[in-house]
T-cell receptor, first 114, second 113 residues
């Protein structure tokens, strides 16, 4: 099992460009999440998908969109990148969307917006 | 302990010593807590969890203590090894049925050989 995989590992964008971050999990998990991690701050939830076919906003959704393509894949799209979106992005998954269930994280995508 | 500043608090220990990393959580209704380890350039890795109906839970070389009275969580690592060097942060679940975690900012554990 590869667990949670993310592509790309690194990306540099100019302000206004768009891109999609890809995430896939091979653990047959129902729930998937996108977080961003900034220096001096804890991980913050951008969007989540409690189950296939559903998506909901997290704590910091502005400037992002998501697609739960199928049970395995959950993508994060930046339509018009801004310098404030420079961050490390992590995808995670869990067996279900319920308290007490461990979330498994991918290796992250380091995004720089100039 | 946790910090909201730009610089992570650092705990420096000698190899073989025990380490204690602290975390103050925010919501008295939180019912589930996790400790994660994050090595440089990698994603967070689960270490141990504890539910609010417990005060202590032990894993392999790690122990988590929960003090609900003062909303405090600690991670104890026995016989700390160089491979334990990483950022450690706690996460709390705000309660209810949803798996939305609130993460602390982390503590850098530096193990000196």
């Amino acid at each position: 099992n590869a667990g949670v995989t993310q592509t790309p590992k690194f990306q540099v964008l100019k302000t206004g460009q768009s891109m999609t971050l890809q995430c896939a999990q091979d653990m047959n998990h129902n729930s998937m999440y996108w977080y961003r991690q900034d220096p001096g701050m804890g991980l913050r939830l951008i969007y989540y998908s409690a189950s296939e076919g559903t998506t909901d906003k997290g704590e910091v959704p502005n400037g992002y969109n998501v697609s739960r393509l199928n049970k395995r894949e959950f993508s994060l799209r930046l339509e018009s990148a801004a310098p404030s979106q420079t961050s490390v992005y992590f995808c995670a998954s869990s067996t279900k969307f319920h308290t007490g269930v461990e979330q498994y994280f991918g290796p992250g995508t380091r995004l720089t917006v100039t | 302990g946790e910090s909201v500043g730009l610089h992570l608090p650092t705990l420096s220990v000698q190899e073989g010593d025990n380490s204690i990393i602290n975390c103050a959580y925010s919501n008295s209704a939180s019912d589930y807590f996790i400790w994660y380890k994050q090595e440089s350039g990698k994603g967070p890795q689960f270490i141990i969890d504890i539910r609010s109906n417990m005060d202590k839970r032990q894993g392999q070389r790690v122990t988590v203590l929960l003090n609900k009275t003062v909303k405090h969580l600690s991670l104890q690592i026995a016989a700390t090894q160089p491979g334990d060097s990483a950022v450690y942060f706690c996460a709390e679940n705000y309660g209810g049925a949803t798996n939305k975690l609130i993460f602390g900012t982390g503590t850098l554990l530096a193990v000196q050989p």
